[in-house]
């Protein structure tokens, strides 16, 4: 099971750090991902980390903008985001696949969290 939380309002130029807590047996075997959704849009592949936090690979859009990183020992996986553009307004979702497995498509991943969501104002 996985719970997003950190969104809310910023304006341009500013930053969020959003969480996702792991809880029950899949955490300790699978990698995590963040993906985000505007209204009317796909949903878009933004950041994912393996397991041990070593591997991370970001959406083109992210220019180096973007972090993520992981805590083991609290279970949690954040996404660090600066320099936020009224673009990156979206319900961000964190989801779980298996360690090793393809990551750039929502059909890689097993379980999903509930999306928390980021408001850029311009």
């Known amino acids: 099971q996985l719970q997003a939380s950190g969104g809310g309002l910023v304006q341009a130029g500013g930053s969020l750090r959003l969480s996702c807590a792991a809880s029950?047996?899949?955490?300790?075997?699978?990698?995590t991902g963040w993906f985000r959704q505007a209204p009317g849009k796909e949903r878009e592949f933004v950041a994912t980390?393996?397991?041990?936090?070593?591997?991370?690979y970001y959406g083109d859009f992210v220019d180096g903008r973007f972090t993520i990183f992981r805590d083991n020992a609290k279970n949690t996986v954040y996404l660090q985001m600066r320099s936020l553009k009224p673009e990156d307004t979206a319900v961000y979702y964190c989801?779980?696949?298996?360690?090793?497995?393809?990551?750039?498509?929502?059909?890689?991943?097993?379980?999903w969290g509930q999306g928390t969501q980021v408001t850029v104002s311009s």
């Open positions: 989801a779980g696949r298996p360690s090793g497995s393809r990551w750039k498509d929502p059909a890689d991943y097993d379980y």
């Open positions: 029950g047996s899949t955490s300790s075997s699978y990698a």
């Open positions: 980390i393996n397991r041990s936090g070593v591997g991370t």
